[in-house]
């Protein structure tokens, strides 16, 4: 590399440029950043699985946030497990909506919008809710199994002094301004939590009612469940892509996600979202992920279950199933709207002569390149390298 800066000062200087000393570091810099480009990519990687977990009386919770993950600001997210009876309380966060998928067990959900309009719904395993941001919610545990959840959420900030609960507020309300308020003696309130309460446990309720009375609910317009577990997937040789967006799912303008299942050795092709940015959740198998940052830089990790990985808006990147597993995960966007480019596909829509000329390799390689398969690549066995 120095044998290549000063040949290129030698060649500048022969033609009357001087190279300030800046410059050259400049030049010096990126190259080193080829050498090493991990260490030039923001870690994409958290263990989420592995960290502890909040212990409460009806379930725990642990949370990959900017704060512990700090490529994440533009999506955060929380593994979260109710015991039957388990209820997170009532809350609402103040910078972000919630999306959220239900990987085991059942749950119910409580939600109110500005409106006035409310839902209650019960889950399982496939289901997603997605609360609009600021939309007051509860969630509890049903059934006889612990619930776990992954929670998504569209800021990487959302925990920190943004999620509001309930007991909280009222232990930090005066007794007797909460009089006034609902019209109750004081004394009404001195058995009243002291500090939030956040994970309670309670009795398993019962089935909700399949025929509601007359005057007994006001639902929204737009319901806050989608049953994305239902929904007939993409199917390629090499794996399936089951997306939903507000297409489908209309309360959830700025959210989509997708549950992804690639075949052993096959691969999700490299690609890119022009318009947001991807939090994912592994859930079983293994897989590899390749990041690109422009100039030269890329990262690559390997993810289990309980890993969640994270791809800024535009970063290009492929993820290879690893082992002999089928891998499933979760990939979840800060946009209602989904969008992806495949490299494949631009290669298939742009002239041959284009990429003849920006490729400079022989028709029939370029032939190749225009044809291939798109999402998934075919399942593939890997060959040594020497
Ligand atoms: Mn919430
Ligand atoms: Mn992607």
């Given at each position: 590399?120095?044998?290549?800066?000063?040949?290129?000062?030698?060649?500048?200087?022969?033609?009357?440029?001087?190279?300030?000393?800046?410059?050259?570091?400049?030049?010096?810099?990126?190259?080193?950043?080829a050498?090493?480009?991990?260490?030039?990519?923001?870690?994409?990687?958290?263990?989420?699985?592995k960290?502890?977990?909040?212990?409460?009386?009806?379930?725990?919770?642990?949370?990959?946030?900017?704060?512990?993950?700090?490529?994440?600001?533009?999506?955060?997210?929380?593994?979260?497990?109710?015991?039957?009876?388990?209820?997170?309380?009532?809350?609402?966060?103040?910078?972000?909506?919630?999306?959220?998928?239900?990987?085991?067990g059942?749950?119910?959900?409580?939600?109110?919008?500005?409106?006035?309009h409310?839902?209650?719904?019960?889950?399982g395993?496939?289901?997603?809710?997605?609360?609009?941001?600021?939309?007051?919610?509860?969630?509890?545990?049903t059934?006889?199994?612990?619930?776990?959840?992954?929670?998504?959420?569209?800021?990487?900030?959302?925990?920190?002094?943004?999620?509001?609960?309930?007991?909280?507020?009222?232990?930090?309300?005066?007794p007797?301004v909460?009089?006034?308020?609902?019209?109750?003696?004081?004394?009404?309130?001195?058995?009243?939590?002291?500090?939030?309460?956040?994970?309670?446990?309670?009795?398993?309720?019962?089935?909700?009612?399949?025929?509601?009375?007359?005057?007994?609910?006001n639902?929204?317009?737009?319901?806050?469940?989608?049953?994305?577990?239902?929904?007939?997937?993409?199917?390629?040789?090499?794996?399936?892509?089951?997306?939903?967006?507000?297409?489908?799912?209309?309360?959830?303008?700025?959210?989509?996600?997708?549950?992804?299942?690639?075949?052993p050795?096959?691969?999700?092709?490299?690609?890119?979202?022009p318009n947001?940015?991807?939090?994912?959740?592994?859930?079983?198998?293994?897989?590899?992920?390749?990041?690109?940052?422009?100039?030269?830089?890329?990262?690559?990790?390997?993810?289990?279950?309980?890993?969640?990985?994270?791809?800024?808006?535009?970063?290009?990147?492929?993820?290879?199933?690893?082992?002999?597993?089928?891998?499933?995960?979760?990939?979840?966007?800060?946009?209602?709207?989904?969008?992806?480019?495949?490299?494949?596909?631009?290669?298939?829509?742009?002239?041959?002569?284009?990429?003849?000329?920006?490729?400079?390799?022989?028709?029939?390689?370029?032939?190749?390149?225009?044809?291939?398969?798109?999402?998934?690549?075919?399942?593939?066995?890997?060959?040594?390298?020497?």
């Amino acid at each position: 590399m120095v044998f290549r800066i000063s040949r290129l000062k030698t060649a500048l200087s022969a033609a009357g440029i001087i190279l300030a000393t800046t410059t050259v570091a400049a030049f010096a810099q990126t190259d080193d950043k080829a050498a090493t480009p991990d260490a030039a990519m923001p870690e994409i990687k958290y263990e989420l699985g592995k960290q502890p977990l909040k212990e409460h009386p009806g379930g725990a919770s642990n949370e990959a946030t900017a704060k512990n993950f700090p490529i994440s600001k533009g999506l955060a997210g929380v593994s979260m497990f109710l015991k039957p009876g388990g209820l997170r309380e009532l809350h609402w966060h103040a910078n972000a909506a919630e999306w959220a998928y239900v990987v085991a067990g059942h749950c119910r959900i409580t939600v109110i919008d500005p409106e006035g309009h409310s839902e209650i719904k019960d889950f399982g395993p496939g289901d997603v809710w997605y609360f609009p941001r600021g939309h007051g919610h509860s969630i509890q545990g049903t059934g006889n199994e612990e619930c776990h959840f992954i929670l998504v959420f569209d800021s990487g900030y959302f925990s920190e002094f943004a999620t509001f609960s309930v007991s909280d507020w009222l232990a930090q309300t005066p007794p007797d301004v909460l009089s006034k308020n609902f019209g109750m003696p004081v004394s009404a309130f001195s058995n009243m939590p002291k500090k939030e309460v956040y994970i309670s446990q309670g009795p398993v309720p019962g089935p909700l009612p399949l025929d509601p009375a007359a005057g007994t609910e006001n639902p929204p317009p737009l319901t806050h469940r989608f049953r994305l577990g239902s929904k007939i997937p993409k199917v390629t040789s090499g794996g399936s892509f089951n997306l939903v967006d507000q297409k489908q799912f209309p309360i959830s303008t700025t959210m989509s996600g997708a549950i992804l299942k690639m075949k052993p050795y096959a691969m999700r092709q490299l690609h890119w979202h022009p318009n947001a940015d991807e939090w994912q959740y592994y859930i079983a198998g293994k897989a590899r992920m390749t990041v690109f940052g422009s100039q030269g830089r890329k990262i690559t990790r390997d993810f289990g279950p309980g890993d969640v990985g994270y791809v800024p808006m535009g970063y290009g990147h492929y993820i290879e199933t690893i082992g002999d597993s089928e891998c499933e995960m979760l990939a979840v966007f800060n946009s209602g709207h989904y969008e992806e480019i495949s490299l494949t596909e631009w290669l298939a829509k742009t002239p041959k002569a284009v990429l003849e000329t920006n490729f400079s390799v022989s028709p029939n390689i370029i032939d190749g390149l225009r044809s291939g398969e798109q999402l998934f690549s075919k399942p593939k066995a890997p060959v040594a390298i020497p």
